[in-house]
């Protein structure tokens, strides 16, 4: 395993994914696909900075990782659907068998700019629900004390997109100074913090992905289907 690209890693205590462990011998064997969304535009964005020390660990894993940058996003209902940076950002949500949802804490909250992503990406696309079974993980950076308030906020919006959340989450306190002038994180017990939750959502993605057909089939839709489900909560009022 190479780690040329992980400077903070203990080569003998990291670990490769046990496929075989979560999974059984006709599952799917591709790599599991993770899409990272962060919360900031700023030139120097602790968020993706973040984002990006999770996705080379994530890729270590043996994981496809795509990065969407959120810049150019127009704030829902501003725009149509068909927006080329909003048609993107749903394409990869489709593409995706997991997710890292990573914000700043602004005014005890995450930032508009993620829940602005989070709110682009329907629950149906064309029949299709781009969220429901696939795995999560939450973590936030904030410029003060350590704060949960993001990641529990997070946690919320992924129950509502009927995601699986991982039980692990990182939370950075004080970010400006827990990265280098290059943007590398750099090694404490939050670096490996980090390191532990892009490992279990790694481990989650393997074990649930072929199994979440099935986990969220429901009683409720098999007895009415969506369509008309959608007629009735969308019905017009007299």
Known sequence: MNFHDLPHIDPESLQPIDIDTLVGPNNSRHAPRIL??????????????LAEEAARLLRWFGCEVQLFDPSGLPLPDD???DHPRV??????????????????????????????????IPL???????TQGKTLAVMEVSGGSQSFNAVNQLRVLGRWMRMVTIPNQSSVPKAFGEFDDNGRMKDSPLYRRVVDVCEELAKFTWLMRDRAEYLTDRY????ESAEETSRRVNQVAH
């Open 36 to 49: 990272i969304l962060y919360g900031s535009l700023r030139s120097r964005s602790y968020s993706r900075f």
């Open 79 to 81: 725009a149509e659907a």
């Open 87 to 120: 048609q993107v950002l749903r394409e990869l949500a489709t593409w995706s068998e997991g997710m890292v949802w990573i914000s700043p804490e602004r005014h005890g909250a995450m930032t508009g700019i993620m829940k602005a992503q989070i709110d682009w």
């Open 124 to 130: 149906s696309l064309g029949g299709v629900r781009p």
């Open 220 to 223: 409720s839709e098999r007895v």
